[in-house]
């Protein structure tokens, strides 16, 4: 990919054309210095494998209970949505709902439509809905919160400790293993070049299909 992009400057808003990094590269504000956008290493190939990674802890982590607590010889364990359910059947049904959209739903819309978009831009399939998914996404990743849950429920076992004996599951070491990969796979994409992408492919599709309506070949 070679050409040039226009980009405003986030800290001292001067809009410039600056030409696309290669990988590993940045490129930088003319006026300010600050960093404009970056080219990670490895493309799309290191956050599609990440991101699959976490997809698959995040569902093995719905397997297992995330934690055990042991009180006056009782011994109680909870599951990621067994949280939610447990807070519903206490009167809590707000918090519950709360708990269940942040927790689950959320980081399971977050990580298959961006796996989703990647694929499609990685392997040029342009498939259906690429493009709003792409700015669906931009909205959607302030509600999600895996690290923070997993921070509060740390949080809730160290004040837990004296009271109950407390034992962390596997659930929670899968769970804290797909924040991990979704986080280190969100490091590595570059909002812009997605759109860059997907304009390319779009561009490029467009003209191809009116080729073929108009009865030329397409090579
Ligand atoms: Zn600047």
């Not at 918090?95 to 298959?112: E, N």
């Amino acid at each position: 990919m070679d050409g040039s992009v226009l980009f405003a400057c986030q800290r001292c808003d001067a809009l410039q054309r600056v030409p696309v990094p290669r990988q590993g590269e940045a490129a930088y504000c003319t006026c300010c210095g600050s960093r404009l956008l970056r080219r990670p290493k490895g493309g799309l190939d290191r956050p599609i494998a990440l991101m699959t990674g976490a997809l698959i802890l995040f569902a093995v982590s719905n397997l297992f209970s995330l934690v055990s607590l042991r009180v006056s010889g009782m011994e109680m364990e909870t599951t990621l949505l067994g949280t939610s359910v447990a807070l519903w059947h206490h009167q809590s049904k707000l918090v519950a709902a709360v708990v269940f959209v942040v927790s689950f739903l959320v980081p399971v819309i977050v990580m298959t439509s961006t796996l989703y978009v990647l694929v499609s831009l990685r392997f040029r399939l342009l498939l259906p809905f690429t493009r709003r998914l792409l700015a669906f996404l931009s909205h959607l990743h302030p509600w999600e919160m895996g690290d923070v849950f997993i921070v509060s429920m740390l949080v809730a076992m160290v004040k837990l400790i004296g009271m109950a004996r407390v034992i962390v599951d596997d659930g929670f070491y899968a769970l804290s293993g797909a924040v991990v990969l979704a986080l280190a796979a969100q490091s590595g994409i570059e909002t812009w070049l997605l759109w860059r992408l997907l304009d390319r492919e779009t561009a490029t599709t467009v003209p191809a299909m009116n080729r073929q309506v108009s009865g030329e070949t397409v090579s």
